[in-house]
């Protein structure tokens, strides 16, 4: 099956940095992508849905200045965490989804520790 | 409004079939029923998906009663390994660019020695 990659699988970074992260598609062309957060002992919570070449969509409550989404070309999609805080400290899974795709291919996550 | 309601955890013991029954009383008539496992600390892998009746993979079976208010998803012979959390997912898939897949609060199977 579709591949995703996710890099760093993990980052520690101190208070008022940024992070960023990445979302490759390895064997297809990724239409659409969607980055996902999640807390211990909880669900994915959807944060943005990222379609190539254009703005992001980002749920409610989710800050889109805070969390910066690009998603350059067809196999590429970055979160940038800016000025990340101890309560940024989770678990981020994007997915990506071809053009004919009936399954949504997820990433293995990337945890992320503040600070 | 929940689009799913799932038992929040269940046990079983290895060997033994484990059912987990997915409610979605307000499925659309384009939506297609999905079930994803995750692991801790990875990404949800998907298991299997439907539309109606009964449908079998390598890993497991997936039950669709004929008014799809409801689904079954059924692992026969669990083991150890088979520990995770399952979430059950309804949308129009084949739509394409309006599905958003969208995770309840999932089913945290334990299977004990």
């Known amino acids: 099956g579709a591949v995703v990659s996710q890099h760093p699988s993990w980052v520690i970074c101190k208070s008022g940095t940024s992070v960023k992260i990445e979302c490759r598609s390895l064997?297809?062309?990724?239409?659409?992508m969607f980055w996902y957060r999640q807390f211990p002992k909880q669900s994915l919570m959807l944060m943005a849905t990222s379609n190539e070449g254009s703005k992001a969509t980002y749920e409610q409550g989710v800050e889109k200045d805070k969390f910066l989404i690009n998603h350059a070309s067809l196999t590429l999609s970055t979160l940038t965490v800016t000025s990340a805080h101890p309560e940024d400290s989770s678990f981020y899974i994007c997915s990506a989804r071809g053009e004919e795709a009936y399954e949504q291919y997820f990433g293995p996550g990337t945890r992320l520790t503040v600070t | 409004l929940a689009k799913t309601t799932q038992p929040i955890s269940m046990d079983s013991y290895e060997g033994q079939e484990v059912n987990i029954t997915c409610s979605h009383n307000n499925i659309a008539t384009n939506d297609y029923i999905t079930w994803y496992q995750q692991f801790p600390s990875q990404g949800p892998r998907f298991i299997i998906q439907g539309y109606k009746t009964k449908v079998t993979n390598e890993v497991a079976s997936l039950f669709i009663p004929a008014d799809r208010k409801s689904s079954t998803l059924s692992l026969p012979r669990v083991s150890l390994s088979d520990t995770a959390v399952y979430y059950c997912?309804?949308?129009?898939?084949?739509?394409?660019?309006?599905?958003?897949?969208?995770f309840g609060r999932g089913t945290s199977l334990i299977v004990h020695p």
């Open positions: 997912l309804v949308g129009d898939i084949p739509s394409g660019g309006s599905y958003i897949p969208t």
């Open positions: 064997d297809f062309q990724a239409t659409t």
